[in-house]
Each structure stands twice: as C-alpha cells, then as structure tokens.
C-alpha cells in the first residue's frame, strides 16, 4: 500500500474513534465509588509500605462488600457478614473482613481507622491475601459506612 491511501486509511480511523469516544458518554464516579477507591488505593499503600504484595480488585468479593456496606447503612447495625458464603461463591481458600462506620473519605477508614485497630491492621498486612474487594454507602444521616473483604484463592 503506497503511502497516500495508508495515510488516508489512518485518518478514517481515527476520525472513527473520535466519533466513538465523543458519543459515547463517560460516566462519572459515584461518591461510594470514589470513597471505595481511595480505601482500596490506602489500604495497598499500608502494604507497599510493609513490603507485602499489592492487592488486586476481587469483583466477586466486591459485590458482597458494596451489599453489606449497603445493608449496614440501611440497618444501622455494624455488624460483621457470614464470611462462609463468600468463600464459597467467590472460590477462596481464606477471606477476611472490615467493617467502619463514620469515616468522612476512603482514606481516612484506612489510615485513621483500621490501621490503628490490630485485628483489622492485621487482615490489611496479612502475607497470604492476594484479592479485595471494598463497599461504601452513606445512610440517611450522611455517614459513611464501609465493607473491606479479603481473600485468596
């Protein structure tokens, strides 16, 4: 192919994927979803820091965290969630579990919160976990309740 019809070829292409990416409509994140990002983003800075392996987004584990962080905002109740089914469903040898209420962003649950509580410090460093998944709602008084789950395969 010479080099007019190539460059050519390339424009189409591109003025293509202008049109896709232009029509397409990006949508933002949502606060929960905003909140449940900086947690997940502290909580693998902690481990960087401890020289443990990053983890990695489990979406089965955060569809149980985003349910329950939902559930105990409805109810008001911090409570912890069966971890059984969880490791079940979500084909895990272990799994693990934080739970917060009260916490203003994703950050501070983290740094704030369960790093200075030892069992919930010790599911963030703990060696053997490779996945995670994290839930965040707000309940009718604006507080911010949150779910981490944890797991290895």
Known sequence: MSSEPRRT????????????????PVQAATPAERYADAAFAAT???????????????????GFAERW??????????????????????????????????????RSVV????MHSEGHRENILRPSYRLMGIGAARDRHGRWWTSQVFGRR
Request: hydrophobic share 45%; net charge positive.
């Open 9 to 24: 070829l390339a424009a189409f292409v591109a003025a293509a994927l202008a049109v896709l990416l232009l029509s397409s």
């Open 44 to 62: 693998n800075q902690q481990r960087a820091g401890h020289d443990r392996v990053r983890l990695r987004e489990g979406a089965c584990l955060t």
């Open 69 to 106: 962080a939902r559930h105990m905002a409805r109810t008001g109740r911090l409570v912890h969630q069966d971890l059984q089914p969880i490791a079940r469903r979500c084909g895990l040898r272990m799994a693990g579990e934080n739970i917060a209420y009260g916490y203003s962003s994703g």
């Open 111 to 114: 740094n704030r919160g369960w």
